[in-house]
């Protein structure tokens, strides 16, 4: 059985990781729809920018952070004047830092499943009258669903793992960004945390082999509903 401190640990990874890629999920669609169809110049450095964290140091993404949206970020510093937004030491700090970590995933997922739309359907579509918002709900969205729904899958079990960027931007605050990497980190650094660091090790195996085993399945039910299995 775990702790109540490891129960905190579970339901707050649990919690940043559905919210960073609900709010993260909206952009990572448009991202992919303007590097998969998109023809304009810089597109090659869009390109690498928006796969960038996944080759950059995770402790070098949150310093990125905490330089950006800081107390003293060159953003922070106005979210905190004008909105009252801090991020630093928060919940909300960490679901950003796994938002930005996970979205290189979510992206690749999805352009791969609208690089794979068949462009006839959508021209066909056209010709009978369907504008192009109408041909995007009804035609494009119903076949890259699979690609949003694995990457969304996807996006949840990275966040779930996330651990350099969220301990450097916004630290290990017990309750508030303790997620289950750093509740780890900590048991490792306690003379008893033995024991403690084993279950939540446990427990994180079984979270993301269940996300990744929930994202095949899901991809291949919905490519059967859609016909394309």
Known sequence: ???????????LSLRVAFWATFWSLPFAVLTAWVLARGRFPG???LDGLVYLPLVLPKVV???LLLLSLGGRGFIGQYLDAWFGIKLIFTTAGATVAAAVVSFP?????IRLALEA???????????????????????TLPLMLPGILSGA???????LG????TITFVSNVEGQTRTIPLAIYSATHMPDGDAMALRLTL?????ALGSLLLASVVDRRIRVMIGRA
């Open 1 to 11: 059985m775990l702790t109540p401190e490891e129960w905190t640990a579970v339901a």
């Open 43 to 45: 597109r090659s450095l």
């Open 61 to 63: 993404v949150g310093y």
């Open 105 to 109: 995933l979510t992206v690749n997922a």
């Open 117 to 139: 739309v068949d462009r006839g359907l959508e021209t066909a579509a056209r010709t009978l009258g369907a504008s192009r918002l109408d041909v995007f709900f009804s035609v």
């Open 153 to 159: 899958l996807l996006a949840i079990a990275s966040a």
């Open 162 to 165: 996330e651990f350099g960027a």
């Open 203 to 207: 427990v994180s195996v079984v979270l």
